[in-house]
């Protein structure tokens, strides 16, 4: 059974970086066919997508954080990372790493859904 | 880019029917896909491809989509359905990922 796990400081200091892994156990990161992604939500707020990384190392990221996101992959320790500099208290929020499933639709378009999710992890940006 | 549209808050009484919209321009020509997220858990998929289920989720849940409104439909609804509700589709213009807003789901 697949499952993510989330680790990192909960505590990161106002115009630093946030530095997160996502541990995958119970299955490969480079099978292909899926997305692994990072997705946030800020204290009693909706959930807000922050981007998504290939095995192969491709990436796509939310236009509103691109400038202060990149993620990475380590396939021989199965796990993949998010970075987000210059932080400020508008990041605090909770962070989950989610499995995104990738398929194309009836219509040939391509799709993708998150079938996985990570327990999350509370970080904290302090001043 | 592209808005998903959800009330705020629905409340149902046990027993009835709950049907949570999800609107956004042409909707229907999109797939919708649904999360239930409980106070203090991550949230969990309840509906993919706007009406299928995933293994372990009640028949009770379902989902429609058409036009520029999908519907998660909870059928016979019980408390422990009380959660945060979010649609999600895959916006292909960008290759980006987008949420609604949410629907906090009461139980009276």
């Known amino acids: 059974q697949v499952q993510l796990q989330e680790s990192g400081p909960g505590l990161v200091k106002s115009s630093q970086t946030l530095s997160l892994t996502c541990t995958v156990s119970g299955g490969s990161i480079s099978s292909g066919g899926y997305y692994w992604s990072w997705i946030r939500q800020h204290p009693g707020k909706g959930l807000e997508w922050i981007g998504y990384?290939?095995?192969?190392?491709?990436?796509y990221y939310n236009p509103s954080l691109k400038s202060r996101v990149t993620m990475s992959v380590d396939t021989s320790k199965n796990q993949f990372s998010l970075n987000l500099n210059s932080v400020t208290a508008a990041d605090t929020a909770v962070f989950y790493c989610a499995r995104g499933l990738t398929y194309y639709d009836s219509g040939g378009y391509r799709d993708c859904y998150f079938d996985l999710w990570g327990r999350g992890t509370l970080v904290t940006v302090s001043s | 880019s592209y808005v998903l549209t959800q009330p705020p808050s629905l409340s149902v009484a046990p027993g009835q029917t709950a049907r949570i919209t999800c609107g956004g321009n042409?909707?229907?020509?999109?797939?919708v896909h649904w999360y239930q997220q409980k106070p203090g858990q991550a949230p969990v998929l309840v509906v993919y491809a706007d009406s299928d289920r995933p293994s372990g989720i009640p028949e009770r849940f379902s989902g429609s989509n058409s036009g520029n409104t999908a519907t998660l439909t909870i059928s016979r609804v019980e408390a422990g359905d009380e959660a945060d509700y979010y649609c999600q589709v895959w916006d292909s213009t960008g290759d980006h990922v987008v949420f609604g807003g949410g629907t906090k789901l009461t139980v009276l």
């Open positions: 042409n909707i229907g020509t999109k797939s």
């Open positions: 990384i290939y095995y192969s190392g491709s990436s």
